[in-house]
């Protein structure tokens, strides 16, 4: 068939329109067998279910009569139909299911064991459920002929023993395990025990696993096949963090040792693997008597007679060597530093003119292990530094760590770039011993190399010049000379590639730059390719990574011209460009701006420029300066910056009256109304916290009248105490007066006696029950005070009113139950002065008539 053209090639003319209808008839002739292969109208009517059956029903219907796809879909929906309905579910359809389950195929099985994790996990019923439920159905499918749908239902029985309680785990799964580990299972039931073990020994204590687990363990170490012995070989590093130290070296430490002689080199490298792992488990004795000679025993066959633990070891040496480092003798010392770098320049000797026609061709599988040793061999460089002890570093490791740099394959180079930090770390004042590697590191022909070195470039850049011998110069380029040519080459060499996530981690990486080198060196070897970046790059996260970088190095700057030049720049190329993709680019780049500057200094030069974009011609650009809007008002200092917050307001105005482009309209009138509720909500907070000072006055006045309040009832209550001891004295003389005098001189006293209850129902009529307010009432009161002073009669009566409406004004301002005590209390005194005022008038009307006969009987 022949190659379609694009569509601006294309020509409708007659003598090319057959041509494109015989391709279309190809592809109808390529399509036909997949119209075959779709569902008969009998298979759709197979497949079809009744939509009013509910969820249980249906799913018994699918597991019943469905197709095997309609089953494995009711099993992937079981956690579902738990939620929804657990009891049904439990009653209907898991029965169905394991009944399902026997004859099940392998994509169901699998998905049954998900299914039932995905129960357990989202605890849809209590675990004594589960474990009533489907604990049973696990167990039975554990053996399963496929070995993937026997690991799957392992993998969920083993997460479920972690949830599982004692009681449960004992009876429904250990007592079961003795009879399935025994020799007369099958393969894969000793293979599960062994599995199941490891997990159980974490579960039960000390000496449980030694009286019912441990026999069995010892058993499958001694398993005929060497499947059994590895698995339960690499159990062992469990079962000894659940028994504890002294089992683990009475128990385990002699299996390790037996298994490490194994003639299965599978057994052997679980063995070494496991006893690796354990190795601080076991006391100095231990490791110098027993663990000592094993390793060294796996060193000396490694290169011999078997290169199968030749990767394991080198993985694990460094961790050896740190770990038996007390032991070791400086003989011991040397050997291991020793085979360390035999294992570094393994593969290499040929290309290094070693052994020249004595070595045979490698195989493919051998160069691959070779690679994979070196590989491990740069993992374990740190650990190895720490071995020799970095200020031997030059001496014992530098040659080894430059070959691991140059090594020729790239998976070797790129763990050295991912461990370099951590050497200069641990190299620390000798880091200047590695420049020239960071340089070969940073030229390097991968990307996937840059790409490890990089992460970690700003720190190791910062040990370099705060570390290195030079760190006392002046001049922050003579600690790596050729460090600026390695970074330009790295970035141009990522800026061709493919891999835009690359060079935008280099950029924003780059952004350290100021803190190394100088702020000219910045300026014309990095500064301007940023800007070009941002102009010519058609990655949007690399554009940005750019221009923010820009930014930290313009925020940098030492030289007032230079920032003003690309300040200018930016304006002229980005803010006032051509495209509307540069326009775009310039808001990006004034939003770090912001971030990275003063207020001030984005007031300064960036303002108005970005108000100028309210005007531009593509509204894409309108809308993302609309949403800079809010950053832009923030940064305005009032009043400062008044003059721009009006011009601010004008655009706003302005964009709201002539603006046509809906999505613009709808952002700008967001802004407007938020703009708005701020202004409101920051009137209504200032209106709050002047309630709040208010307040607090308030509460400072009614404290100091309530102390004030306090004193005055204080004086009231014994001015009050003294008049009423007054009163009491004044109306006993006044008893014994009138009864012991003569008739003659009784008919004076009984007219000063009228005078003086005329001047009592006087002041009793003052005193009305009936107040208006308390201040009326304590105006009455001293009037009627002041009218009985001047006649010179009644003072006890005077005092005891004023008494009383003294103590009422003074008390209103008080609690409720003070002013309702007063309240009682005068009118309690209404009512007697009432009846004083009858009891008057009658001796007021006998006195009177007694005056009158008088005088008759004169005449």
Known sequence: MRPVPCSSDMDFGQSNLFGYIEDLQELTIIERPVRRSLKTPEEIERLTVDEELNDIERALYLLSSGQDVQGTSVVANLPVLMRQNPAETLRRV??????????????????????FLTV??????????????????????????????SNAWLETLLAVIEALPKETIKHEILNPLVSKAQISQTLQSRLVSCKIMGKLANKFEAHIVKREILPLVKSLCQDVEYEVRTCMCRQLEHIAQGIGTELTKTVVLPELVELARDEGSSVRLAAFETLVNLLDMFDSDDRRQTVLPLVKSFCEKSFKADESILVSLSFHLGKLCNGLYGIFTPEQHLRFLEFYKKLCTLGLQQENGHNDNQLQLQTLEQEKKYISVRKNCAYNFPAMIVFVDPKNFHLELYSIFFCLCHDPEVPVR????ISFYEVAKLLNSGVYTIQKELVTLLQDESLEVLDALVGHLPEILELMINGGENSGSESKLLSIPDLIPALTTAEQRAATSLKWRTHEKLLQKYACLPQIISSDQIYYRFLHRMLTIILTNNVLPVQKAA?????????????QEQRHEVIQKLIEQLGQGKSYWNRLRFLDTCEFIMELFSKSFFCKYFFLPVLELTHDPVANVRIKLCYLLPKV????????????????????????????????LTIVKRFQKRFYENDLLDQEKERQEHLLLEMEQLEKEKQQNEGRSANINDKIFEKKRRDNKTSSMLAKSMTLSSSGSSSGTSTGKEDKKSKLVRSQSFSTQAL????????KCSNKSSATGYTSSLSGMGKGCMLSFTDDSFRTRSTGNSGNATFSSSSSLIASRNSFNSADQKSNGNKESQSRKMSIKNRKSNS
């Open 768 to 775: 009305h029950p009936k107040y208006s307010n308390i201040d």
């Open 547 to 559: 221009a923010r970088t820009l930014c930290v190095y313009l925020r940098y700057n030492r030289k």
């Open 414 to 417: 790129y763990t050295m770039a």
């Open 120 to 149: 357990l996990q989202d605890e849809s019923v209590s675990i004594h459920t589960y474990s009533h439920s489907f604990l049973h159905i696990i167990l039975q499918n554990l053996e399963h002929r496929d070995a993937g749908v």
């Open 94 to 115: 898991l029965p169905k299911i394991r009944e399902v389950l026997h004859v099940a195929g392998v994509e169901m099985q699998l998905t049954a064991a998900v299914s």
């Open 633 to 664: 008002k923030s940064i305005l200092k009032i009043p400062t910056d008044k003059h721009l917050l009006q011009q601010l307001e004008l655009c706003i105005r302005k964009l709201l009256c002539q603006e046509k482009d809906k999505d613009v």
